[in-house]
């Protein structure tokens, strides 16, 4: 199924033409009836000359009602802008032919409709004006039709080129990045909330869960109907009602958006590319109406370039996060002069950095964009970044790294721009060699206190440095390959051995023997020295321990503090240290006061 929107000034026939294609009315609403005028959106399908079943979203084309016939056009990819031969050109058919183009809606059909009912100029003239005013539109329709709804005149023809113009249109895409702009929500009598709108971007199954944003709320689709039939899945680009389980229909209404967890961009900022409409201006403050999807937003509006362009760039704050891509595209109204002032094309769904940065980037193909403003990226990151699937992105990054953008570290986990890369080494080589000279005895430098000063996390930092030329990565610490710390050469250390060594089981304290703290931790990550608590032994006082305890347990089975006290010759405040030590390398096992021989005696 294809989607096709109505476009048009107010009583020029669009829901008679779509009456009169479909058979269906599609004003749903009695006051609509009454008043023979279109005030919310309608809904009507039909079949094809080619059997290709096209589905209508009817639009109303007075003024006041302009935010629903945004609501209506926000997902579709084709158009029958409707002109009356009896009015011609009117205000609405110049702003929603100008809404079609800031949507970026380039194919469709152009209708002269009333055909009947003006005299051979004045149709004529009105045909002739309607040809005029596309020449200055990105809108191309396939032709312009002759067509009165209600003596069926030009109704066969318009079905035809209908055909044809849909043939020749391109398939909605599918991503495997499902998206519904929800544009109508009602509880059904024994089923519950139901919402449709034209699915966008992917497929989506029955069972599916989906995320309801703006709000997070989880929802599970229960039942899937197109054109009245039931699917087990929707395709891209058709017209879907949804029943939902797991969310009322309270919770939920127009401007919604229905999407696969994890896939998108919850955005509340954005970096976009503007497009005025003849006449208009941006201030380069503002805030304006935004319709995006089936939605109307208060957006707050900042203009970035310098000056103000043919297409300047802005930096757009929502009033609500909304699941966002760039090429998204919006409208942009103000909300005084109630007029349509331009539109806006998405760039950027996660803008960082200053502003005043922005216009720098943001005319690089998406990739470098994204590249450009993050330093540090992660390739998972580039779906939701850049509104694309797996396979995408991992074009993406093979685009990246091949064109020398960015450089692949840690296992291909970042993705490094190849400046920030090589500052950030340098960097720490500086860092490192100021840190050796100031502590010559420390064997390097913790990765925890290095990443602040590179400006990264310690894992960041270790990527960084992975493979950098002159440094070593090891146990959590970065060096300079030049630099080896041999704290055990020192007389000083020398000094402070042989003192534990001579009192192994009663060692002085270190500070007692005059021992700087640093030559304490050297030793200590060399492995010479071991900290009990506080309490500093030689490893081989330790050893000799022990073995001691070892022998004591062979000959007595087992030891109590008191035993194992006097077998080592010390006071309890040691052998307490090191009992618990032994505990937990498993040589003993405690039960009470005693110890007894454990799995490693």
């Known amino acids: 199924m294809r989607v096709v929107a109505t476009a048009g000034h107010v009583d020029h026939g669009k829901s008679s033409l779509v009456l009169a294609l479909t058979g269906t009315d599609p004003d749903r609403w009695p006051v609509e009836k009454a008043r023979g005028l279109t005030i ?74 009333k055909a009947d009912l003006a005299d051979e100029e004045l149709f004529a003239l009105a045909h002739l004006e309607v040809e005029e005013r596309l020449t200055t539109s990105a809108f191309a329709p396939a032709a312009v039709l002759a067509v009165d709804s209600r003596s069926g005149r030009g109704l066969a023809e318009l079905r035809t080129v209908l055909d044809d113009m849909l043939r020749s249109a391109p398939l909605a895409a599918d991503r495997g990045r499902p998206r519904l702009w929800v544009d109508r929500v009602f509880a059904a009598k024994g089923a519950g909330t139901v919402v449709t709108g034209t699915l966008a971007g992917g497929r989506l199954a029955l069972d599916t869960e989906v995320v309801v944003l703006p709000g997070r709320r989880r929802a599970r689709v229960r ?212 840190h050796h000279r100031r502590h010559p005895l420390e064997p390097g430098l913790d990765l925890s206190a290095l990443g602040p000063v590179l400006g990264v996390d310690p894992a960041r930092a270790r990527a960084a440095l992975e493979g950098a030329a002159g440094i070593v990565v090891e146990h959590g610490r970065a060096r300079l390959a030049s630099h080896h710390a041999r704290v055990a050469d020192e007389p000083e250390a020398h000094k402070l051995l042989a003192a534990l060594d001579a009192e192994p089981f009663s060692p002085p304290a270190p500070e007692e023997v005059g021992a700087r703290p640093e030559i304490v931790r050297g030793l200590i990550r060399d492995g010479l020295l071991v900290d009990l608590d506080g309490l500093i032994f030689s490893a081989t006082g330790l050893d000799k321990a022990r073995e001691v305890v070892r022998q004591g347990l062979h000959e007595h089975g087992s030891l109590t503090v008191a035993q194992a006290r006097d077998l080592l010759g010390s006071s309890r405040k040691y052998v307490l240290a090191v009992l618990a030590r032994f505990d937990a390398e498993g040589v003993t096992r405690r039960r009470g006061d005693e110890r007894f021989p454990g799995p490693k005696a």
């Open 40 to 113: 919310d959106l309608g809904f009507a399908f039909t079949t094809l000359p080619s059997g290709q079943e096209v589905g209508f979203v009817d639009v109303p084309g007075h003024v006041r009602f302009l935010k629903n016939m945004l609501a209506g056009v926000g997902a579709v990819e084709a158009a029958v802008l409707v002109v009356a031969a009896t009015e011609g050109w009117m205000p609405q058919s110049e702003e929603h032919l100008r809404i079609l183009d800031l949507l970026g809606i380039r194919h469709g059909l152009a209708v002269v409709s």
């Open 223 to 434: 039942k899937i109907e197109s054109h009245h039939q039931e699917l087990s899945e929707a395709a891209p680009g058709i017209r879907v009602a949804l029943n939902l389980a797991g969310i009322d229909h309270t919770d939920l209404g127009r401007g919604h958006a229905l999407v696969l967890p994890g896939q998108w961009a919850q955005a509340s900022v954005v970096d976009a590319a503007l497009s005025t409409l003849p006449g208009a201006t941006f201030a380069r403050r503002g805030t304006f109406k935004a319709y995006i999807g089936s939605g109307e937003h208060d957006v707050r509006l900042r203009l970035l370039a310098g000056e103000v362009t043919e297409r300047p760039y802005a930096r757009i704050h929502l009033s609500a996060a909304l699941p966002l891509a760039p090429g998204d595209r919006l409208v942009l109204r103000d909300p005084g002069s109630q007029e349509t002032v331009g539109g806006a094309e998405v760039l950027d769904v996660a803008p960082v950095g200053r502003a005043r940065l922005a216009p720098a980037r943001l005319p690089l193909p998406t990739g470098q964009r994204l590249r450009a403003g993050r330093p540090w990226l992660r390739p998972g990151e580039l779906v939701a970044l850049a509104g694309v699937d797996a396979a995408g992105a991992a074009r993406l990054t093979r685009e990246l790294v091949e064109g020398g953008e960015a450089v692949p570290v840690l296992g291909g986990e970042y993705l490094v721009a190849a400046p920030a890369l090589e500052q950030a080494r340098r960097q720490a080589a500086e860092v490192l060699a100021e």
